[in-house]
């Protein structure tokens, strides 16, 4: 998996080594399945929340594991240009390229471990495709990309983009040395990433070594997700089985357990894990398409600004590729 990595954990700063007596690790309220479906112009996604309470996803919307297939000469697909308004949506490239562009300015080429933070806020047009490269060669595809609501407050802040390369992430590992966690966004036992936030979020990527445990430090007012990106484990000291497109939802308490299975697939031989978890804004949500509002007064305005155009204008010409 070409997400970062270092040749050798042990150089990394460590999670703090949990007191099992003084620490209220959080137990598994919910274990589900993502169904598979299609994005787009056709490319194959599972619906990471499906089947969750909004009010357990809370401060998130919506996520998609893309892929990890490996497309034919002729098979990558991206989206066409659409809109969005009142949220943010994060694009986590693991394996594969993918090209960006928007009605603000924004955009570029992201790449093996790469993250597009795009704020739509008041309203924005975007496209994501794969380079042409790519669609003549094929090639693997895997990554993620999750939606984060705004609250009521930020709906209509002026949209903006950040392209974190995933040398930025901040790299830690555990006491032991068996995982490596990638922060993206938000802080981790007090290491940073580099997201820039509206909503107080925090991300990671974690891979796992077999039969490696990560107790993980976690803010006590955020939820707690964790989805299976690739092979095999459990979660929580009651150790719940985990595999590849199963979401976690954590209940409280101020620590996460996972733990990779000894024994793992070869073709996926660590457990990958996208860590997610946020204060929740506690707001009506009205979700319908490319538009996340409080009212359903508000989605019809956004419909209406969109087709008359007040969300952006498709730009003349692509932007240069970068990264």
């Known amino acids: 998996m070409p997400a970062i990595t270092v040749e050798d954990v042990l150089v990394l700063p460590r999670l703090p080594t949990l007191d099992p007596t003084a620490t209220r690790f959080r137990a598994v309220h919910r274990l589900t399945t993502a169904p598979r479906g ?156 580099p997201g820039v936030t509206h909503t107080p979020i925090t991300l990671a990527h974690i891979t796992v070594e077999p039969g490696a445990q990560v107790d993980l430090p976690w803010h006590p007012r955020y939820n707690a997700l964790v989805y299976a990106l690739a092979g095999a484990g459990t979660v929580g000291t009651e150790t719940r089985t985990i595999q590849l497109g199963q979401l976690a939802v954590f209940g409280d308490g101020d620590a996460l357990r996972v733990a990779a299975n000894p024994r793992q697939d070869p073709r996926t031989p660590k457990l990958e894990l996208f860590v997610m978890g946020g204060q929740p804004i506690r707001e009506p949500v009205a979700h319908y398409g490319p538009f996340v509002m409080n009212t359903r007064d508000e989605l019809i305005q956004a419909f209406e600004d969109y087709q008359a155009g007040r969300l952006g204008v498709i730009p003349a010409t692509r932007l240069p590729h970068t990264g």
């Open 38 to 193: 299609h994005e787009g112009e056709g490319f194959p996604v599972r619906r990471g929340f499906a089947g969750v309470p909004i009010s357990e996803l809370d401060p998130f919307v919506h996520f998609d594991h893309i892929g990890e297939v490996d497309l034919g000469p002729g098979e990558p697909k991206g989206t066409p240009w659409h809109p969005h308004r009142g949220f943010e949506t994060v694009t986590y490239v693991i394996d594969g390229i993918v090209d960006h562009q928007d009605s603000n300015g924004g955009g570029g080429r992201i790449t093996n471990g790469d993250t597009q933070w795009m704020t739509a806020g008041a309203g924005i047009l975007h496209i994501e495709t794969p380079p042409e490269s790519l669609v003549m060669s094929g090639g693997v595809v895997h990554g993620t990309q999750l939606w984060v609501n705004l609250p009521r407050a930020k709906k209509l802040t002026p949209p903006r983009y950040q392209d974190i390369r995933g040398t930025q992430a901040t790299l830690l590992t555990t006491p032991d040395g068996g995982a490596l966690i990638r922060a993206i966004a938000g802080d981790v036992a007090g290491h940073a990433g």
